[in-house]
């Protein structure tokens, strides 16, 4: 749903699955923060980017505590907070987690890896 734009709907089934899937497994669980990921990532498309930060802060807590705060998943928490932050108008604030990123995934990835051109596209786009 949320590619054809229907980002309450959408919103609403991923709360719904969330729900579902907590009864069964802990906060930490990795699907778990996938779904509370895509339903930041559908409230920042869908135009509401302090609900996603707010979102993507409390799963960023819950990944760095369980996985640390290198773990590709935790990244692509971060990434995705970063993006809210721009979405906010906080560009600087972007660009200072995608600078953390960028650095950590060059030294875990490296260079070339497609993640780490994704995050030095991300930076690109707000002008560095």
Request: proline share 3%.
């Amino acid at each position: 749903m949320r590619e054809q734009g229907r980002y309450t709907e959408a919103g609403a089934d991923y709360r719904a699955v969330l729900a579902a899937w907590r009864r069964t497994f802990p906060e930490d669980d990795l699907t778990t923060l996938d779904i509370r990921y895509e339903l930041a990532e559908t409230l920042r498309q869908g135009g509401s980017p302090q609900a996603a930060e707010d979102e993507y802060r409390a799963i960023l807590a819950t990944a760095q505590a369980a996985y640390g705060n290198e773990h590709p998943n935790t990244l692509i928490i971060r990434q995705g907070l970063a993006s809210a932050l721009q979405a906010s108008g906080r560009s600087e604030a972007a660009r200072a987690e995608l600078r953390q990123i960028l650095q950590l995934r060059r030294s875990r990835l490296g260079a070339e890896h497609p993640f780490t051109k994704a995050t030095q596209e991300a930076l690109a786009s707000l002008g560095e």
